[in-house]
């Protein structure tokens, strides 16, 4: 019924108990006038139907858009304009038995024995349905026990229950069957793995020598083989822990083990053929490609012979552009006479001057300085940098807030024994595969040049980030500069610092109390 419908109906049936209007509209959640909106409505337009010449409930019903039901409800209690020559035809409802005579035959049913719902209902003579409503709403308890498995396979589309698909496979067990594609096809289940997980969960023992129900013919075909859980994995994408789990779920464990037995004692002709043909292969493509990077100059003929190198573990962990920059300028400097060390040839990069160091000595690059990287002895910054552990700062934010090299803080943390919580940046930038982050000592910057009277354009320029970052740093400033604040603070050992970037007061007081230690 509609919501039109059931409040109709509400209402008649509350006015037939003999309920005034007030009270129906307290029962309803109504007001009392609409209460006598909805019922001069129903008068109205039964009336209508009547006089056009309707007289049956489904022909009044069809023509008001109202269910038989209501209309016959309103024709009892309210009379409407019914011709005295007339008589309207109202179906009779079916007798149903009384509600607890229902309960009471359930009841009965259950204690002489049935068990099954089917039994419940045939000795009732109710509906499974209703047995089930009025077991539900009484809280009865129903048995469950299903009937016996016929030997019919399960239709696609259609599904039993689970107490229904125990009983499929103990009886088809008990009955003889032995292959993990009958137990599928006769319980509903899609894969041997499903079968193998009930019986394993409810108790069920399978046969030793049940046959493997093979779902996946690219996996079964590397099992003959005698193939490695890796090497199927690889072939097919899936993980080795997978590939075991379908082993055994499908039955071919056996199977796969007498295959791995075989191909042990079998010598590894083809593999060693393959490696060997691989090796060639990979020694020429190498020798051309540093051919044509000797041609290309210098920087790119030292990336690719790093890239090549054996004594490099991760040789991709650096781009091969940071790589030909590190080479450039090494190169550059060589043709001028000068003398760079590894930190200004690292400038600007986000890479530590030891690093810089090693990836020249890769490749038989000697370092224009050697590997001297400034530390500090003593003194007011040594002890700054101390007190940088007790701040949210990086120790890159730490070396650009007291001007030392990138390395010295980590260096010194290191030394120290000193193990910080990571430090987060204050926001990440994603553009395709490229990320930028918003360091504390970058906010500081943008701030900086904001406070010298740069315009957003030229803040941009001076420090290269995308408009995306700067303009979150600027309109997020009161949120940010009071944590560097906090942070600068703490640093210099000052509390009445109130900018968010280091002035020059700050850097010449630092460096007069380092000189007097």
Not at 247 to 274: A, D, L
Not at 424 to 432: E, M, Q, T, Y
Request: positive net charge; aromatic residues 8%; proline residues 4%.
């Amino acid at each position: 019924m509609s919501e039109l419908e059931n409040r109709i109906l509400g209402i008649v049936e509350l006015r037939a108990s003999g309920l005034d209007d007030k009270k129906i509209a307290k029962k309803l959640g109504l007001d009392g006038t609409v209460v006598k909106m909805y019922e001069e409505s129903a008068k109205k337009i039964i009336n209508d139907a009547i006089s056009k010449g309707y007289r049956t409930s489904e022909d009044i019903g069809g023509f008001v858009k109202l269910s038989p039901i209501v209309v016959d409800m309103c024709i009892r209690i309210y009379g409407v304009g019914i011709p005295a020559e007339e008589k309207i035809s109202i179906p009779q409802r079916p007798y149903s038995r009384p509600r607890q005579k229902s309960l009471d035959a359930i009841k009965k049913a259950i204690a002489n024995g049935a068990k099954s719902v089917d039994e419940v209902a045939e000795k009732t003579g109710l509906s499974k349905n209703t047995v089930k409503v009025y077991s539900s709403q009484e809280k009865i308890k129903l048995p469950k026990q299903p009937k016996p498995y016929s030997g019919e396979a399960i239709s696609k589309g259609r599904t039993i229950s689970r107490n229904r698909k125990l009983q499929i496979i103990r009886d088809s067990l008990n009955g003889g069957v032995n292959s993990l594609e009958e137990l599928c096809k006769r319980t509903g289940i899609r894969t041997a793995e499903g079968v193998k997980i009930y019986c394993a969960r409810f108790g069920i023992e399978l046969p030793e020598d049940i046959i493997a129900y093979r779902q996946r013919p690219e996996i079964d075909a590397l099992i003959e083989k005698g193939l490695s859980l890796p090497a199927i994995g690889k072939e097919v994408g899936l993980s080795r822990e997978r590939v075991r789990q379908y082993i055994n779920f499908s039955g071919q464990y056996k199977q796969w083990i007498k295959g791995r037995e075989e191909v042990k004692k079998c010598p590894k002709i083809e593999e060693r053929k393959f490696k060997e043909s691989q090796g060639i292969f990979l020694s020429i493509v190498r020798a051309r490609t540093e051919e044509l990077a000797r041609k290309e100059g210098f920087a790119v003929k030292k990336a690719v012979e790093y890239l090549h190198s054996r004594k490099v573990k991760f040789p991709q962990s650096y781009d091969f552009s940071l790589l030909q920059t590190i080479y450039q300028r090494y190169w550059d400097a060589f043709k001028e006479g000068k003398k760079l060390s590894s930190e200004e040839i690292g400038a600007g990069l986000e890479i530590f001057p030891s690093t810089v160091w090693r990836i020249l000595k890769a490749v038989g690059v000697e370092p224009m300085r050697g590997n001297k990287i400034r530390t500090i002895k003593s003194g007011e910054k040594n002890d700054a940098v101390q007190r940088g552990f007790a701040t949210d700062f990086s120790v890159f934010d730490i070396a650009y807030f007291l001007g030392l090299p990138r390395a010295v803080p980590g260096n010194r943390f290191s030394y120290k024994n000193i193990k910080r919580k990571k430090n987060k940046p204050l926001a990440i930038f994603c553009s395709g595969d490229s990320r930028e982050y918003l360091h504390h000592s970058l906010a500081s910057e943008i701030y900086e040049a904001q406070d010298c009277g740069f315009k957003r354009r030229e803040v941009l320029e001076l420090v290269d980030k995308s408009k995306k970052l700067v303009g979150y740093a600027l309109e997020h400033r009161n949120k940010i500069e009071p944590k560097i604040i906090e942070g600068l603070k703490v640093l210099y050992g000052d509390a009445n610092i109130n900018t968010s970037y280091v002035t020059s007061e700050m850097r010449e007081k630092l460096e007069q109390e380092d000189r007097k230690r």
